[in-house]
């Protein structure tokens, strides 16, 4: 028998293109539309009067608040003291020790981030091992000519970035053996990561900042007491490992047992077969997770203003008490939230990308 | 329990003594006993349920039996990981879902263990790889990753995986199952060619009867963990022994 193929026809009208996306999307209903109407009208009268005060009737030039003369935003007060915003109380004549330890990372890091750079292998471990003896001796100083500058001085976006990226990048691997105790086979082993976790992510990291900044000098002898800003990173990475390691075991979960099964039934052992089957694999799962949890972190050092750190939320509160600038917390508060949205929208943009391009060979065994 | 030397290898390949093991309450496998010579090729079946891919997964120790003695080429297996790292070099596995590592390719599946755990030179597990997906009928899709292929492929890719460790024993736990009907034979194809080389000492969980029937030297049958009957296929098929025996080859061969 014979039978012939039916032609492709074009979908019927109106239910592509740009009128059927809006009556599919926007006007599929009475509600709906309605909605719709109410959110278009509620947008037309806030988003217009805000433009004019951010951006038209700003002020953006000026060194005293007298040239806030237009009646919207005062902008100057953020321009003006930038330099203290960004790097705190650091002697003003040092600040290139800061911009050249920011410049090596932002380097480092666009190597590592962009596709298709070659020998990332090799600038990964520089960025992990080398880069922060470059940093240490850069900021603080002490060694090659470079006077010491204290961690007290320290402040502002570059104290708040020194925060997130040492507690990322240090809570991770702890993160990761946690995890790997938390699933082990060894009691004492799996007692230990699960006491471990589950007392760290039963305090508020406020509590943690407190009991490392005022609690731990009072057990601790003079001598032994060292620097504040450490005490912080220390109580954040502990505090940041545990809530990784459950993260990571997530992970870990939702990779089917025959993955292990396979591992074993090769003769792989422990190690081996979680360094090459199950963490590669469960990392890509992990991404989503991971990046949230930094977000997280990243938003939370804010938190070390109340140990007298001053990170960029602290300073540019101190700012706000200077009886020069008066009144101009909205333009503080806009400008402290838009730095934090910048570099937290960048790494979920980023985490985005990274798992399109991971997608191997997902949904299959 | 005696540590037995490597030097009474000569006489069987696996040898299962009074093995006995447990889920929990369950009793899974009851007093197991089987010896299988060097180079033996044996089908196990029975209903479901009845302990036979539960029996070979604790060849290689991916289950563990709390009672008799496991033997595999002369070492036996106990808690010691050493012993148990040492048998699975030895023992290969294909399994019902083929579990092959999808974030690499075809090549790198192969290759990984070799390298990793005979430190294999790469060159050489490379070539040793090929030389396998080559009697598996699928060079072509060595840089290919899993999630690409079809069911059939890989599986056969597992099939590969496994020879490239230079197994003495392969166990197959269904490995047929999971495909569709049209791949079945693909797969049956390359496990027949490698038990007509002669050398491997197989042991094949299946209802593939015909399979069975051309291949096997020994059909065992088991049912509610225990083996109730051993045979060569001939007698096997045609002479059944026992009633339960009977009732099952009844209820498979009807179709």
Known sequence: MKYDLQPTLPPPANSTGLIGWLKRNLFSGPLNSLATLAILYFLAISVGPMLKWALIDADWIGDSREACSSGGACWVFITHRIDQFLYGFYPETEYWRIDTTFYIFAACIAWLVIDKTPYKGYVAAFTLFVFPVIGFYLMYGGGFGLDVVETHKWGGLSLTLILAVIGIVAAMPFGVILALGRRSDMPIVRSLSVIYIEFWRGVPLITVLFMASVMLPLF???????????????????????????????????????????????????????????????????????????????????????????????????????????????????????????????MSQYSQGLEKRLQTGHNTR | MSTLEKSNQAQFMIELRDMNKWYGEFHVLKNINLQVQRGERIVICGPSGSGKSTMIRCINRLEEHQKGDIIVNGTELTNDLKNIELIRRDVGMVFQHFNLFPHLTVLENCCLAPIWVKKKPRAEAEATAMEYLERVKIPDQALKYPGQLSGGQQQRVAIARSLCMNPDVMLFDEPTSALDPEMIKEVLDVMIELADEGGMTMLCVTHEMGFAKTVADRVIFMDAGQIIEENEPHEFFNNPQHERTQLFLSQILQH
């Open chain 1, 220 to 346: 601790v002898s003079e001598e032994v007491s060292f620097d504040k800003l450490l005490r912080a990173l220390i109580g954040i990475i502990m505090f940041q490992s545990a809530y990784m390691a459950e993260v990571v075991r997530g992970g870990l979960q939702a990779i089917p047992k025959g993955q292990y099964e396979a591992a074993d039934a090769l003769g792989l052992g422990y190690w081996k077969s979680m360094g090459f089957i199950i963490l590669p694999q469960a990392l890509k799962l992990m991404i989503p997770g991971i990046v949230n949890t930094f977000i997280a972190l990243f938003k939370d050092t804010s938190l070390v203003l109340i140990i007298g750190l001053f990170d960029l939320l602290a300073i540019v509160q101190a700012a706000l008490n200077d009886p020069e600038w008066l009144g101009y917390s909205t333009e503080g508060y806009i400008f402290v939230a838009l730095v934090f949205w910048v570099f937290c929208f960048g």
